[in-house]
């Protein structure tokens, strides 16, 4: 489309080649200044008194052709300079007419235009078809999974920056029970805080890695509907209170054990701990670090279970149709920018040629208009060197007729004759003959971008909305 219109808008916009002022100056002629390059008076007083010419003489002498010959040398100039002018505005009024090949072509460019919009949206519906089929396609599978499991509430969704809130949380409590055993056990350790860094560290993914692990593992399972998954669930999460309780129980006897023993702990006095007084402790920090290890535990249990929707897969479900009505409202979008883009391409193409048609229609009145003032400017400088010519001529006869001793030419007695090359050529009238086709290509230009404006807009219902896709059977749980 647009290399169709480029030919036509460049060859508009060249109509201003070549442009001339309104005023056009010829050389001017001064009769003072040609009598003294001509010596007329002294060639006039010394052929009278020679006698020069004749009394009886019919035809001027050789200073009087030599007159002639020098205001003709002006008048060949200025001819030359008026019709290079003249050919000039005459070729940009030939450039600026409208012919039918030039709306034939804005015509072509114009259907190409929406050419390009319909491909484009075929193209684009192709596409979009696929992913509203997704759409669709999770969308029935969403509701029959809130039908099937009697779902009446919305999924618990947490965006990138939620789910980055969590983890961080995560890092934090994991962090937070690693210094906080690193410091309670610095005291059995030879080697101090930082002996026990790696230690503590993993006790605190026991405790907490493992509290987290649960919560967003098999924590759902306890709120499953189905019963098999929910005794499941009830079994994993009295083994979770079970591994809560002993691992915090263990860590605490552990760290009295690294008291007594200097930081050397066997195996079977903390087993002996374990099972004789699991809930009696030598050192009372050694509580307060078991009560802290719960606690954290159960933090990072809430922590975990904040991180997505509990009930088993539903969160899973809805991701997916999320995802699916992102990606099509993501293609739609870009399909709808490129469409608005070939739109706007096409109407400010459409819009400039119509601006370059105008213009051309200013460009033909000016160059008629220049055109005649030139010709009205050039005939009235040959009139202004008749003038010139006449004054030379008299200049030389009066200096002439003061030295003769005999009568002048009868000649003398007459008006100057005047030579025909200071004629005015006959100018042939131009006018505008294109304003009929340039009317109806306007009138086009104009219903082209009316039918690209439709066409556009018609486009826009055939890009379902999301609401449309995802619009649920009535009845169905909201």
Known sequence: MRASLKHVLEFLAGTREARLGTVQVFSPASVDQLAHELNLEEKGAAAG??????????????TE???????????????????????????????????????????????????DLRAAIVNDKNHLHVLREAVTEREREFIAFRKRNQLDR???????????????????????ESVLN?????????????????QAFVLSLLNVGFAFAYASKLLPFLFDRRRDRKAI?????????????????????????YITSAGHVSELELLKRMREGPFLFDDANSLILTLLGI?????????????????????????????????????????????KLRRDQAIEEMTNALA????????????????????????????????????????????????????????FARPVVKPTFLNSPALDGMSDTSKAARASLEQRIDRHIQAINAEFEAALHEYSTVDQLTEEPKGAPA
Not at 81 to 107: C, N
């Open 356 to 411: 370059r048609i105008q213009d051309a229609h200013y460009e033909i009145q000016l160059s008629i208009e220049g055109r005649v003032n030139l010709h009205r400017l050039f005939t009235s400088y040959l009139g202004d060197l008749t003038q010139v010519y006449e004054q030379l001529v008299l200049k030389y006869r009066e200096a002439n007729a003061r030295g003769r001793t005999q009568p002048p030419p009868q000649f």
């Open 49 to 62: 008194k020679a006698g020069q010419p004749s009394s009886d003489a019919v035809e001027p002498d050789s």
């Open 233 to 257: 669930g009830g079994a994993c999460a009295a083994l979770f209170l079970v591994w809560l309780l002993s691992i915090n129980l263990f860590i605490g006897h552990m760290r009295d054990a």
């Open 65 to 115: 052709r030599a007159i002639a010959f020098d205001i003709e040398r002006y008048a060949r100039r200025a001819r030359e300079d008026y019709d290079e002018a003249r050919l000039v505005y005459e070729g940009r009024i030939r450039r600026a007419q409208i012919t039918g090949s030039h709306e034939t072509t804005i015509a072509a460019a114009a259907q190409n235009a929406v050419s």
């Open 154 to 176: 919305p999924p618990l969704l947490r965006s990138a920056r939620g789910e980055s809130i969590v983890v961080l949380l995560f890092i934090l409590f994991v962090l937070v």
């Open 295 to 339: 606690g954290l535990g159960l933090f990072a249990l809430v922590d975990g279970a904040s991180l997505q929707d509990l009930y088993p897969g539903y969160a899973r479900i809805a991701r997916m149709r999320r995802q699916a009505i992102a990606d099509y409202a993501s293609s739609k979008t870009a399909g709808l920018r490129r469409l």
């Open 182 to 198: 690193g410091m309670f056990f610095a005291k059995g350790s030879e080697t101090g805080l930082i002996g026990g860094v790696l």
